[in-house]
């Protein structure tokens, strides 16, 4: 069964710096997303990409997030420079396929801390 | 602003009997749920879905109840198994784009009593 994947599964980096989290989504899919999940807390959407472009976007991305299709595989979600309150659970997801077209498969989640 | 909302934090049942976990919302321009499972360090999987133009759907041991009036839906899962042990959430979205992010509960840590 086709799966989102993620990489790295862990990510250590100072405040300040800059980190990408890479995800392949399923590759019949046409709607990409990303999703946190800070500990203890509940999963929230960041953002949604969608033809080449942002189509919806939570409060919580603002302008130090960026995500990007750079080829036909991958999906990356940039931030530019850190903080310690970005540290959480990333996840990305996927929908659009032809059996549930509305549901959102799950990868299994990058943890980046922040230090 | 807790639009979806799990109500129990937890809750034990005994392998073999029926695990009902609850979902309210709030937003009416939901019209897609979905539940989820999800153990520590990994990303959600997956369960069953339902759209707001039926108010049951079935697949194997989960079976999904919607009552668009009291905006409650529910998960049953019957008979409950070790392996259901995990955390269970709930998630909506509107209708329209297909490209609508999910809303998610807070979760119930559901554990299976041997």
């Known amino acids: 069964e086709p799966e989102v994947t993620q990489t790295p599964s862990h990510q250590v980096t100072q405040m300040g710096q800059e980190v990408i989290l890479r995800c392949v989504p399923i590759s019949n899919h046409l709607y990409f997303y990303w999703y946190r999940q800070i500990l203890g807390q509940k999963v929230e959407f960041l953002v949604s990409?969608?033809?080449?472009?942002?189509?919806?976007k939570s409060e919580i991305f603002d302008d130090q997030f960026s995500v990007e299709r750079p080829d036909g595989s991958n999906f990356t979600l940039k931030i530019r420079s850190t903080k310690l309150e970005d540290s959480a659970m990333y996840f990305c997801?996927?929908?659009?396929?032809?059996?549930?077209?509305?549901?959102?498969?799950f990868g299994p989640g990058t943890r980046l801390t922040v230090l | 602003d807790q639009q979806v909302k799990q109500n129990s934090p937890s809750l034990s049942v005994q392998e073999g009997r029926i695990s009902i976990l609850n979902c309210d919302y709030t937003?009416?321009?939901?019209?897609?749920f979905l539940w989820y499972k999800k153990y520590p360090a990994e990303g959600p999987t997956f369960l069953i879905s339902?759209?707001?133009?039926?108010d049951k759907n079935e697949d194997g041991r989960f079976t999904v109840f919607l009552n668009k009036s009291a905006k409650h839906l529910s998960l049953h899962i019957v008979p409950s198994q070790p392996g259901d042990s995990a955390v269970y959430f709930c998630a909506a979205k509107g209708s329209g784009r297909g490209a609508d992010g999910l809303t998610f509960g807070k979760g119930t840590h559901l554990i299976i009593q041997p």
């Open positions: 339902i759209s707001s133009i039926k």
């Open positions: 937003n009416s321009m939901f019209d897609y």
């Open positions: 990409f969608y033809n080449n472009e942002i189509s919806e």
């Open positions: 997801a996927s929908s659009g396929g032809d059996r549930y077209p509305d549901t959102q498969y």
